[in-house]
């Protein structure tokens, strides 16, 4: 596990300084040596591989210390996890050996390259073209909303070869790779986010990571399953933070000579933001208890666990927002960032519709309902 | 004790919502979604304690439950699959 001192460290400069660099719409190159001396960019990575071999929890609270300072420094824990699960799951030994260490030593900086414009919560939708040349594979498409796109330098970019879904590893530094900065968005804005287009990108075909076929169905799948379960614990540590920031104010604050916290619907939100929280928290530690033990409903646990603490972070910042007034509102104020970014949170990763879907699914399923199946059924009768 | 068919056709038949038979091919029918794929791993690795890898999926090992109980029986070498299904509930 990395040490705690040098999280605790981090964590302290990150609550002084996030509000700069959300402006900035970056991290400081400081920031990110100071994460990866720390340990923080392969806390799930086994230690042969480079990594510090942490727990699912361990993780987890890891990404809540970070998330209740920085968004956007969680996001950066967040894409190399995606990116080091998925090659650790299903790399060849070859591919363990040379991508994982300096992946999670933070040598090498990950981004995970799957959304297009017309593919975002539907990927089987993606057109980027993946095709065979000799000994190399050739890719073209482009990428959108790339989180740390800007400065990655190492891609798993999602695409298509005939139909059939293939990830490949791709460095940032090859001919044909181009970043366009996004700025300004709703949230997480010091993820140095871009587009990222690739040109007839070309790469050794031992960068294709699994089979042609595996590159959505696993590939894929692996790195989102991982990217929801510690957005979800990001989230956990969002809300906590705004709530303690809402509770701090409502007990201080004095208007008219009244104590905010005197008024009783001030109260009964804090109340319902507690609960909120609370009940995040936990979900989020089933979850992590599932994947330790790798049950086979780690994936739906974590699917429930990243869907109740997104809403719980928009529920709670926005009640910490009402109750701040204000100072919610003002330039620098933690509680309107985290208010910005907790949206966000409700969108990638899976939407929390879709999750909803996903959730009532597998209620269905139990009860013999396939939803899927059901409607082809009923068009095919038609 | 469930044999190991028994339990792979009842993991099968409750995550996709209807009866599965050992020959059906979930995939290809449209009763899988996006996430049953890893579901389907996790179960076939917790069931019968065994690790999955990329090529392992290759050639249709997951398509069918039968299928399954091929790669297990394969995977697991001279054990016979009830010695699987001992091990795994041992």
């Given at each position: 596990?990395?040490?705690?001192?040098s999280?605790a460290?981090?964590v302290?400069?990150?609550?002084?300084?996030?509000a700069d660099?959300?402006?900035?719409?970056?991290?400081?190159?400081s920031?990110?040596?100071e994460a990866a001396?720390a340990?923080?960019?392969?806390?799930g990575?086994?230690?042969?591989?480079?990594?510090?071999?942490?727990?699912?929890?361990?993780?987890?609270?890891?990404c809540?210390?970070l998330?209740g300072?920085?968004?956007?420094?969680?996001a950066?824990?967040?894409?190399?996890?995606?990116?080091?699960?998925?090659?650790?799951?299903w790399?060849?030994?070859?591919q363990?050996?040379?991508?994982?260490?300096?992946?999670?030593r933070g040598?090498?900086?990950?981004?995970?390259?799957?959304?297009?414009?017309g593919?975002?919560?539907?990927?089987?939708?993606?057109?980027?073209?993946v095709?065979?040349?000799?000994e190399?594979?050739?890719?073209?498409?482009?990428k959108?909303?790339?989180t740390?796109?800007?400065?990655?330098?190492?891609?798993l970019v999602?695409?298509?070869?005939?139909g059939r879904?293939?990830?490949v590893?791709?460095?940032?530094?090859?001919?044909?790779?181009?970043?366009?900065?996004?700025?300004?968005?709703?949230?997480?804005?010091?993820?140095a986010?871009?587009?990222v287009?690739?040109?007839?990108v070309?790469?050794?075909?031992?960068?294709?990571?699994?089979?042609?076929?595996?590159?959505?169905?696993?590939?894929?799948a692996?790195a989102?399953d991982h990217?929801?379960?510690?957005?979800?614990?990001?989230c956990?540590g969002?809300?906590?933070?705004v709530l303690?920031a809402a509770a701090?104010h409502?007990?201080?604050?004095?208007?008219?000579?009244?104590v905010?916290?005197?008024?009783?619907?001030?109260r009964a939100?804090?109340?319902?933001c507690?609960?909120d929280?609370?009940?995040?928290?936990e979900?989020?530690?089933?979850?992590a208890?599932a994947?330790a033990?790798?049950?086979?409903?780690?994936?739906?646990?974590t699917?429930v666990?990243?869907?109740?603490?997104?809403?719980?972070?928009?529920?709670v910042?926005?009640?910490?927002?009402?109750?701040?007034?204000?100072?919610?509102?003002?330039?620098?104020?933690?509680?309107?960032?985290?208010?910005?970014?907790a949206?966000v949170?409700?969108l990638i990763e899976?939407?929390?519709?879709?999750a909803?879907l996903?959730i009532?699914?597998?209620?269905l399923?139990?009860?013999g309902?396939n939803?899927?199946?059901?409607v082809a059924?009923?068009?095919?009768?038609? | 004790?469930?044999t190991?068919?028994?339990?792979?056709?009842a993991?099968?038949?409750?995550?996709?919502?209807s009866?599965?038979?050992?020959?059906?091919?979930y995939f290809?029918?449209?009763?899988?979604?996006s996430?049953?794929a890893?579901?389907?791993?996790?179960?076939?690795?917790?069931?019968f304690?065994?690790?999955?890898?990329a090529?392992?999926l290759?050639?249709?090992?997951?398509?069918?439950?039968a299928n399954?109980?091929?790669?297990?029986?394969?995977?697991?070498g001279?054990?016979?699959?009830?010695?699987?299904t001992?091990?795994?509930?041992?």
């Amino acid at each position: 596990m990395p040490p705690t001192a040098s999280v605790a460290t981090l964590v302290a400069r990150a609550r002084a300084e996030a509000a700069d660099w959300d402006r900035a719409g970056e991290l400081p190159d400081s920031v990110v040596a100071e994460a990866a001396r720390a340990g923080l960019l392969g806390v799930g990575v086994p230690a042969p591989h480079g990594g510090s071999g942490g727990t699912p929890a361990e993780l987890g609270e890891v990404c809540a210390h970070l998330g209740g300072a920085c968004s956007a420094l969680r996001a950066l824990v967040t894409v190399q996890d995606m990116v080091t699960a998925a090659v650790l799951r299903w790399g060849t030994p070859a591919q363990r050996a040379r991508w994982l260490p300096p992946l999670a030593r933070g040598e090498r900086r990950a981004a995970f390259a799957a959304t297009e414009r017309g593919a975002g919560t539907e990927l089987s939708a993606v057109t980027a073209s993946v095709t065979e040349h000799g000994e190399e594979i050739e890719i073209s498409g482009h990428k959108r909303w790339v989180t740390f796109g800007r400065t990655a330098d190492t891609f798993l970019v999602l695409g298509t070869a005939d139909g059939r879904p293939a990830a490949v590893l791709v460095e940032g530094d090859r001919p044909g790779v181009r970043r366009e900065p996004v700025e300004g968005q709703l949230g997480l804005r010091a993820a140095a986010v871009a587009h990222v287009a690739l040109d007839r990108v070309r790469v050794p075909r031992d960068h294709l990571l699994a089979p042609v076929g595996l590159g959505l169905s696993h590939v894929v799948a692996t790195a989102l399953d991982h990217g929801r379960f510690t957005v979800a614990w990001g989230c956990v540590g969002m809300a906590e933070a705004v709530l303690d920031a809402a509770a701090e104010h409502a007990a201080r604050r004095t208007q008219a000579g009244a104590v905010l916290a005197e008024h009783e619907v001030v109260r009964a939100l804090l109340g319902r933001c507690a609960v909120d929280t609370a009940a995040a928290r936990e979900l989020c530690a089933r979850a992590a208890h599932a994947r330790a033990e790798r049950l086979p409903e780690a994936v739906a646990d974590t699917v429930v666990a990243k869907y109740a603490a997104a809403r719980a972070a928009v529920r709670v910042t926005g009640g910490a927002v009402q109750t701040l007034g204000a100072a919610g509102c003002a330039p620098d104020s933690l509680v309107g960032r985290f208010f910005r970014d907790a949206k966000v949170m409700e969108l990638i990763e899976g939407s929390a519709h879709v999750a909803e879907l996903h959730i009532a699914d597998r209620l269905l399923r139990r009860h013999g309902f396939n939803s899927a199946a059901h409607v082809a059924r009923r068009e095919a009768r038609a | 004790m469930a044999t190991a068919a028994e339990d792979v056709l009842a993991f099968l038949t409750r995550a996709l919502g209807s009866p599965v038979g050992p020959d059906d091919d979930y995939f290809a029918d449209g009763r899988a979604n996006s996430l049953f794929a890893l579901e389907l791993v996790a179960f076939v690795e917790h069931r019968f304690r065994l690790t999955v890898e990329a090529e392992d999926l290759d050639v249709g090992n997951f398509r069918t439950a039968a299928n399954i109980l091929a790669f297990v029986t394969a995977k697991t070498g001279d054990r016979s699959p009830g010695a699987v299904t001992d091990a795994a509930n041992g």
